[in-house]
């Protein structure tokens, strides 16, 4: 196993790990924002940067996604990794100046302000770490937002920054923003769930027996379509929230075992 020298700290790592892996083994914190196990290590927003020693030159990597195959050196509280990373952190606070994550993320980089104008146009906050993208696009498929425009007026949207077509409101973009800049937003007057900022909508399924909303309609086809089992049989289940189906579960237990049919088995 190659060993990875980290800021004076010996760690072995198994072959193809990255610095970051190796990073936590070691207990040395490198930050991330568009880092997440459920995705491929994507290094857009280089906040993770990192000095290798090459010997006879030394190179800012991306820690996430960078592999070790043989034994390396890597600084990571060095001046030109430390530079680097607060560089990035200082045009992340351009776009996103207010927002308290990435001020406490800043604050533990020893970044409190940004020296460059911040953006004020739309999808301000956004950091452009391009997570949810690839949550999408990766664990979803759908790949119903992406990048779109350049310089200051670059944003996350669907095409034409119209409302997203195969968007199905499952929140999972929502879920690994690291700034959350991503909302959900409950319309109740007509039952709706918005993903904020991209203006997708879905109706919500409700829960037959106790009213409460679930998921998002198209969510929920969407799981019902992917999963091997005979829906059939379970059908009326699928139409409860949890809650409502695990009392229906036991009462169709306790029937099974007395003998007495449930609402459940008389359908
Ligand atoms: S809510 Fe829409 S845009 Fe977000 S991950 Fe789900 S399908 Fe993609």
Same mark, same amino acid.
């Given at each position: 196993?190659?060993? #990875?020298?980290?800021?004076d700290i %010996?760690v072995?790592?198994?072959?193809?790990?990255?610095?970051l892996?190796a990073?936590?083994?070691?207990?040395?914190?490198?930050p991330? !924002?568009?880092?997440?196990?459920?995705?491929?290590?994507?290094?857009?927003?280089?906040?993770?940067? #990192?000095?290798?020693?090459?010997g006879e030159?030394? =190179?800012?990597?991306?820690?996430?996604?960078?592999?070790?195959r043989? /034994?390396i050196t890597?600084s990571?509280s060095?001046?030109n990794?430390?530079?680097?990373?607060?560089?990035?952190? &200082?045009?992340? !606070?351009?776009?996103a100046?207010?927002? &308290?994550?990435?001020k +406490?993320?800043a604050?533990r980089?020893g970044?409190?302000?940004?020296?460059w104008?911040t #953006?004020?146009?739309? =999808?301000r906050d956004?950091i !452009?770490?391009g997570l949810?993208?690839?949550?999408c696009?990766e664990v979803?498929?759908?790949a119903?937002?992406g990048?779109?425009g350049?310089?200051?007026d670059?944003?996350?949207?669907?095409?034409?920054?119209?409302?997203?077509d195969?968007?199905?409101?499952?929140g999972?973009?929502q879920?690994v923003c690291?700034?959350?800049?991503i =909302?959900?937003r409950?319309h109740?007057?007509t039952?709706?769930?918005e993903i904020?900022p991209f @203006?997708?909508?879905? @109706?919500?399924? @409700?829960?037959? %027996?106790?009213?409460?909303r679930?998921?998002s309609?198209?969510? +929920?086809?969407e +799981?019902l379509?992917n999963?091997?089992? /005979?829906?059939?049989k379970?059908?009326n289940l699928?139409? !409860?929230?949890?809650?409502?189906?695990?009392?229906r579960?036991?009462?169709s237990?306790?029937?099974?075992?007395?003998g007495?049919?449930? @609402?459940?088995?008389?359908r």
């Amino acid at each position: 196993m190659p060993t #990875v020298t980290i800021d004076d700290i %010996q760690v072995e790592v198994e072959q193809g790990a990255t610095i970051l892996d190796a990073a936590n083994k070691a207990g040395v914190w490198i930050p991330t !924002l568009c880092h997440h196990p459920a995705v491929t290590p994507q290094a857009t927003c280089r906040i993770c940067m #990192v000095e290798l020693d090459r010997g006879e030159w030394k =190179q800012l990597v991306t820690a996430c996604n960078y592999p070790v195959r043989r /034994d390396i050196t890597v600084s990571v509280s060095g001046d030109n990794a430390v530079k680097a990373r607060r560089g990035v952190m &200082e045009f992340m !606070l351009a776009r996103a100046p207010d927002n &308290e994550q990435l001020k +406490a993320i800043a604050g533990r980089m020893g970044v409190d302000s940004t020296p460059w104008p911040t #953006v004020t146009v739309a =999808q301000r906050d956004c950091i !452009l770490c391009g997570l949810c993208t690839a949550v999408c696009d990766e664990v979803l498929g759908l790949a119903a937002i992406g990048f779109s425009g350049r310089g200051v007026d670059r944003a996350v949207a669907a095409p034409f920054r119209q409302a997203p077509d195969d968007c199905i409101a499952c929140g999972a973009c929502q879920a690994v923003c690291p700034v959350g800049t991503i =909302q959900l937003r409950l319309h109740e007057d007509t039952d709706e769930i918005e993903i904020s900022p991209f @203006k997708a909508r879905a @109706k919500l399924r @409700k829960c037959e %027996q106790c009213g409460a909303r679930v998921v998002s309609e198209p969510t +929920a086809a969407e +799981a019902l379509k992917n999963v091997n089992v /005979d829906w059939e049989k379970i059908r009326n289940l699928a139409k !409860l929230c949890p809650k409502c189906r695990r009392i229906r579960a036991a009462e169709s237990l306790a029937a099974t075992a007395s003998g007495t049919p449930t @609402k459940e088995m008389t359908r």
